[in-house]
């Protein structure tokens, strides 16, 4: 009894002390559960040996991913504790560039969208224009030419040349040859059938020209009076030939005669087969009797041939390059100084024609331009055998704002479009003189995309590539005026 006595006020007095120590918790865990915790301090160990639970490290965790969600909002570089970021995530900055990068280029796209859609709205509006101007052209009746015939003759008279009798001679038969269009009025040669009224051409022509006689061979160097119809001499076989150019040596060297033709389809980013054909009825048919392969790639639709070599600007420079045709290999190589290369200073129709090379009665042309003479079409005779810039002229139109250009007797003549079937011939710059004037010779692009007219001073007619076809022109030059 005594005992058991003992034992409850012992358990009394331990229980008392536990109390004063002693401490409970009440808590939510995650899941929003209430717990009760009860802590009695240990009455020897100073410490635990293993200081945590789960508890404290669910509060590192959290404390972790604080610490990260700040660092991103700050900008900082700072790595949670006890851990690193994983290995795709980026840098706030480096986000932020790429955003910056993104918005750029969408508003680069906005601002290119916007542009092409007011291109694509003046192409409408030109396409309307052309076609009311078309559909005026069409319903306007044709102007009367019998009334200018008793004006013509007075002005023989006042020059005191002798009217040929009717039926004779070229004036009878420029008075009675029909034209191509069907119309068999007098008058109906295709130089005078442009404009209106017919009179004052008309009177023009006569002024300026004097009267055709049975001596004229139309081989002197006056100024360009008018060219003809286009006549087709074949249409390319392939893509490859959309553009090219060909052409006659005008002084040709062994193995080759003269009536040697050769072409290049300059479709491509590696063009180097020059084509040759031993006449023109071979050219038509398609029966090439030589190809060779050039050691460079040619640029466009410049190239020009001269005394048994060919002349090309080479592919991505300002270099020439003079190829011996009997030999086979590349005789010449000069850069063609300051010059515009690959769509700097190219006609208006493009295609990288920034040099232009040609030849007449003087010898060997480039027509080009520089950074000097900001744009505007710069004439340089060159030497036939080194190439190098013997004169050089500047004139006063901008090379991209006419369609192409031809030589011929030292005048350059340019011509306004390379797509409208009937344009013109709207600029003469004279070599000899230093000047230039403004002229309106009327010319037709039948297939509408003309991307090469030269000279033929072996045929003395104009060679044109248009729109696949290989075409010719007649043209008609008047006296030459003396110095």
């Excluded at 160097?221 to 060909?246: F, M, N």
């Amino acid at each position: 009894m005594f005992l058991l006595l003992f034992l409850s006020v012992c358990g009394l007095l331990l229980r008392g002390d536990a109390q004063d120590r002693a401490s409970v918790w009440r808590g939510n865990d995650r899941s929003g559960r209430c717990h009760y915790s009860f802590t009695v301090p240990s009455p020897t160990e100073a410490s635990c040996p293993q200081v945590g639970g789960p508890e404290l490290d669910g509060l590192k965790a959290r404390l972790s991913l604080l610490e990260v969600q700040v660092s991103r909002l700050s900008g900082g570089q700072a790595q949670p504790s006890g851990g690193q970021q994983g290995a795709g995530a980026k840098a706030p900055s480096q986000l932020q560039e790429e955003l910056n990068q993104a918005l750029g280029e969408r508003s680069l796209l906005r601002g290119e969208k916007q542009r092409l859609e007011r291109e694509l709205e003046g192409l409408q509006r030109r396409m309307e224009e052309m076609r009311t101007e078309t559909e005026r052209l069409r319903n306007k009746p044709c102007p009367a030419q019998t009334p200018v015939i008793p004006q013509v003759i007075p002005r023989f008279q006042e020059k005191d040349l002798m009217r040929p009798a009717a039926g004779s001679g070229q004036m009878s038969h420029l008075m009675t040859r029909p034209n191509r269009q069907g119309d068999s009025s007098s008058l109906g040669d295709s130089t005078w059938q442009y404009g209106s009224p017919g009179f004052q051409e008309l009177k023009a022509e006569v002024t300026e020209v004097p009267a055709p006689d049975t001596t004229e061979d139309n081989s002197g160097c006056g100024e360009l009076v008018s060219v003809g119809e286009p006549i087709t001499h074949r249409k390319a076989d392939s893509i490859a030939g959309k553009y090219g150019v060909w052409m006659q040596d005008p002084e040709p060297v062994s193995p080759y005669g003269t009536n040697m033709f050769w072409r290049i389809d300059t479709v491509g980013t590696e063009v180097r087969q020059l084509v040759g054909y031993d006449d023109m009825e071979q050219l038509s048919k398609g029966f090439p009797s030589k190809v060779l392969l050039l050691p460079d790639p040619v640029e466009s639709t410049g190239a020009t041939l001269y005394r048994g070599s060919l002349y090309y600007q080479r592919r991505l420079s300002r270099s020439l390059i003079r190829y011996d045709l009997t030999s086979e290999y590349i005789a010449a190589r000069r850069e063609l100084p300051h010059a515009g290369f690959h769509g700097q200073y190219p006609y208006s129709w493009g295609g990288y024609t920034d040099i232009d090379l040609s030849v007449d009665e003087n010898g060997l042309w480039a027509v080009y331009s520089t950074n000097k003479a900001q744009g505007a079409i710069v004439i340089s005779q060159l030497d036939p055998h080194t190439l190098e810039v013997k004169k050089s002229w500047e004139t006063n139109i901008r090379k991209v704002s006419v369609a192409n250009s031809f030589i011929i007797c030292g005048k350059l003549y340019t011509v306004a479009s390379y797509a409208a079937k009937s344009t013109t011939i709207n600029y003469m710059y004279d070599t000899e003189t230093s000047q230039g004037k403004a002229v309106s010779i009327p010319f037709k692009n039948k297939y509408g995309y003309n991307s090469m007219i030269d000279y033929s001073l072996a045929q003395r007619k104009l060679f044109a590539w248009d729109n696949f076809h290989m075409v010719s022109y007649d043209f008609r030059l008047g006296r030459q005026q003396p110095n």
